[in-house]
């Protein structure tokens, strides 16, 4: 079964560096999404990625933030200076050709494994 | 107003047990639903998508209420692998974003 691949799993940094993550979305889908998730609170929106752009972003996703699709298969998420409060789960998700209004199919997400980002 | 709330829990059940699980979103223009799970420190699961019909895959039963504004699932004969949070999830946007409730945590004992 395909599935969204994450690296690192685990990336420990000093506060003031850049750090990227990165992903392998499922190989058909073309909607690809950031999220992350602080210790013990819920999962956020991030940003959404289509067709080699940004499509929505978040009010967390600042100008720290950035996204990109270097190749046919990876999708990466860039922060330029982290923060502490930046230390969370990051997931990448996909999900199939554009959502379609008329129904749920292409809204399915499936998510990786996550980043554990700590930032010290 | 949360965009999507849930009783957090826990659910404490015996093994065979039936939970139920709301969860209330605040958009009324809201048009596509999920049930996610997840286990401790992993990713979310899509467990299921929620139809206005209401629909059933095995023992799990989602329901739709758009007058009410709120979503349910419902788990039969509960297995200990059940164990897990359960995440409410509500499409914003016209990209698919998601958003997440905080989750409902079950614990299914021997």
């Known amino acids: 079964e395909p599935e969204v691949t994450q690296t690192p799993s685990h990336q420990v940094t000093q506060m003031g560096q850049e750090v990227i993550l990165r992903c392998v979305p499922i190989s058909n889908h073309l909607y690809f999404y950031w999220y992350r998730q602080i210790l013990g609170q819920k999962v956020e929106f991030l940003v959404s990625?289509?067709?080699?752009?940004?499509?929505?972003k978040s009010e967390i996703f600042d100008d720290q933030f950035s996204v990109e699709r270097p190749d046919g298969s990876n999708f990466t998420l860039k922060i330029r200076s982290t923060k502490l409060e930046d230390s969370a789960m990051y997931f990448c998700?996909?999900?199939?050709?554009?959502?379609?209004?008329?129904?749920?199919?292409?809204?399915?997400?499936?998510f990786g494994p996550g980043t554990r980002l700590t930032v010290t | 107003r949360k965009e999507v709330e849930q009783d957090p829990g826990p659910f404490n059940v015996p093994e065979g047990a039936t939970v139920a699980f709301n969860c209330t979103y605040s958009?009324?223009?809201?048009?596509?639903f999920f049930w996610y799970r997840q286990d401790c420190r992993k990713e979310p699961k899509l467990l299921m998508s929620?139809?206005?019909s209401g629909n059933e895959d095995g023992r799990f039963t989602a329901q739709l209420n758009r007058a009410s504004q709120y979503i349910s699932l419902l788990i039969r004969d509960s297995k200990l692998s059940d164990s897990a949070t359960y995440l409410c999830v509500v499409i914003k946007g016209s990209q698919g974003n998601l958003i997440f409730g905080k989750g409902t945590k079950l614990s299914v004992k021997p």
């Open positions: 929620v139809y206005s």
């Open positions: 958009n009324s223009a809201s048009q596509s």
């Open positions: 990625f289509y067709n080699n752009e940004i499509s929505e």
């Open positions: 998700a996909s999900s199939v050709p554009p959502p379609s209004p008329w129904g749920l199919a292409g809204y399915e997400q499936y």
